[in-house]
């Protein structure tokens, strides 16, 4: 098979992630990355460490490979139909092993001189992607080879995004109507971010009220709204609605079911785990409300389809401006 123009280009791909500790040990080292070496007071690890102990540890990496590992399987069926050479997939934490520099070093040690990043949250704010940019940047300085980045700002829009997620959410509100015999609301959730951060122009807000918007519209939703979860240990005051305040208002309403779809996350950990299946759902019993949560993507095909869609256009797409 004849190669296509800019076959000298050598693509990578770095999955971005938050990361986790391996052992409930680890968790206060890891706050402290976290938190840029500020420390949170004794009480709130321990507070941290129950919930881990409570979930039996997060498999927040164990997923993220599995990702990884699927998406240079699709990846390899795209790059052989095109004519390029097989694409590596690594994964990189930001607050955890394997660290964003063992990653690029990897890439770089194994011959790769173009990189596609992408960032394992969806929507951006700078307290988020912003952060891994950084770390990634920092990490690119110091290799021995010269390594140009494709940087994916954000895919929160992307139509196989929102059919991957349709296809989760599609399944919780189908058993949750049964249940109930009627149609039930569904609560899109992602990560709260300090007010201050919004009101300095961080477009997170607006990009998760996208998401849900572009999945209600997908399924025809007639009761849905957007919730913020997992508030920081901070007195600073973070983004809402909360998602009890949500639980509160639709329990007032006499509605006594209620769907959770966690949009600002594409994998099962700690913030689902803990703060969705044991606090939130904890939450709608003492109100009368019988919480459901749609399952994470995770390794789904439809969201591995999603990845290798994003990938292969930025690389397309970077191949075609530098032959042109």
């Known amino acids: 098979m ?29 706050l402290l990355n976290v938190r840029g070496g500020r420390k949170l007071p004794e009480a709130a690890i321990q507070e941290i460490v129950r919930r881990y102990r409570l979930i039996g540890g997060s498999p927040l990496l164990r997923i993220t490979n599995l990702q990884a590992e699927a998406l240079a399987e699709m990846l390899s069926r795209s790059a ?71 940087f994916i700002e954000s895919w929160h829009d992307h139509p196989a995004l929102i059919t991957a997620f349709r296809d989760r959410i599609s399944r919780a509100l189908d058993g949750a109507g049964k249940a109930a015999g009627h149609a039930v609301p569904v609560i899109f959730t992602a990560h709260s971010v300090p007010e201050k951060t919004i009101a300095e122009g961080d477009p997170y807000d607006r990009q998760v009220k996208e998401t849900a918007a572009g999945i209600a519209a997908a399924m025809a939703l007639q009761h849905w709204r957007v919730a913020y979860q997992s508030q920081g240990m901070t007195p600073e005051p973070w983004i809402g609605p909360t998602v009890e305040s949500q639980i509160d208002e ?63 256009a930025r690389i397309r797409s970077a191949s075609s401006v530098e032959t042109h």
């Open 2 to 30: 004849t190669k296509i123009s800019g076959n000298a280009d050598r693509w990578g791909v770095l999955l971005l992630a938050h990361g986790a500790p391996d052992r409930l040990e680890d968790i206060p080292e890891f």
């Open 80 to 150: 052989a139909e095109e004519g390029r050479e097989l694409i590596p997939v690594h994964v990189g934490m930001r607050n955890w092993k394997p660290f964003i520099a063992e990653a690029v070093g990897q890439l770089s040690a194994n011959g790769a001189n173009r990189l596609v990043a992408l960032c394992l949250a969806p929507q951006n704010s700078r307290t988020s992607v912003g952060l891994y940019r950084k770390h990634l940047n920092e990490a690119i300085e110091k290799t021995a080879r010269p390594l140009r980045v494709e």
């Open 250 to 312: 639709l329990a007032a309403a006499g509605r006594h079911r209620a769907v959770i779809a966690p949009i600002g996350f594409v994998s099962d950990h700690v913030e689902i785990l803990y703060d969705i299946d044991v606090v939130f759902r904890a939450y709608g019993e003492a109100k009368g409300v019988t919480i459901f949560r749609s399952e994470s993507l995770n390794d789904s095909p439809l969201f591995i389809q999603a990845l290798a869609s994003i990938v292969m």
